[in-house]
């Protein structure tokens, strides 16, 4: 029997690649996509030769159709797809722009479309999983985020599309939604102030880990989780159960 395959966007840094080093440690094989080929080049480095790399934009159609045909050529199967790559760009409602805002769709809400429809014919063939993520960002409003937050909402409804219409193939489609991440990024742009209010927010008090939201991406891949479709979970402490949640409030 073959080795099980899995692809997984965004991988060069991040949750990405803690997902594709988890998925390396169970003996998958796995296309690392991402479109910073220096990152990737880095990230690729100590991997090893189940571990495909594939510089490519997911907002790109025909780059896209490339993902996949690489991916089969590579290791003849596709067993979980991952469409973890995203951007970011926060502001003030008012001055985000319709180049921003396409910006933000191409990548988070379109780049997730197109993989998934992509390769959904090889999925039917293993019936495979697609897991799609979202983010804490989709599920409850934050100021500065209009065109993120929308897109993850919009993403967490894909998922649910998926689930109920590529069920009858034997594919499982979730959505995993990130809170607060110890991610490099995350560390260099958020004061001692916002990490703060985070733990003071948020009911386990930290930060998550990448490793932590692999775990649960990697679990729902897995025949762990062969009755589990349509489901959005959020990998966040616990954030998005308090609702106002204010600090003053708690004992």
């Known amino acids: 029997m073959m080795e099980r395959c899995a692809i997984v966007t965004g991988a060069a840094r991040g949750i990405g690649l803690a997902t594709a080093k988890q998925f390396l440690g169970m003996g998958w094989q796995v296309a690392l996509v991402d479109r910073d080929r220096e990152e990737l080049d880095r990230a690729m480095a100590p991997l090893g030769d189940r571990a495909k790399a594939l510089p490519y934009d997911i907002s790109d159609p025909d780059q896209v159709a490339q993902i996949i045909a690489d991916t ?17 760009e926060f502001g003030p409602i008012e001055d ?20 998934s429809q992509a390769a ?11 897991v799609n993520i979202g983010s804490i960002s989709g599920l409850r409003a934050s ?27 034997g594919i499982r489609a979730n959505c995993v939604c990130p809170g607060p991440v110890r991610t490099k990024l995350a560390m260099a742009v958020h004061s001692q102030e916002i990490i703060d209010a985070y733990h003071d927010a948020i009911p386990l008090n930290r930060y998550g880990s990448e490793e932590e939201i692999a775990n649960v991406i990697v679990f729902l891949c897995s025949d762990k989780a062969s ?8 990998a ?15 004992v």
């Open 143 to 169: 100021t500065l985020r209009v065109a993120y937050g929308t897109s993850k909402a919009a993403v967490i409804q894909l998922t649910k599309q998926q689930a109920a219409e590529l069920g009858e193939y």
């Open 236 to 250: 966040d402490g616990g954030f998005d159960s308090t609702g106002v949640g204010l600090p003053a409030l708690r």
């Open 72 to 88: 089969l050529d590579a290791f003849g199967r596709i067993d979980a797809l991952v469409n973890n790559a995203g951007v970011a």
């Open 227 to 234: 009755y589990v479709t349509g489901q959005v979970i959020a």
């Open 96 to 115: 985000c722009d319709f180049a921003m805002w396409r910006r933000v769709m191409a990548t988070n809400l379109d780049g997730t479309f197109l993989c």
């Open 120 to 130: 959904t014919p090889a999925l039917r063939q293993t019936k495979g999983a697609i």
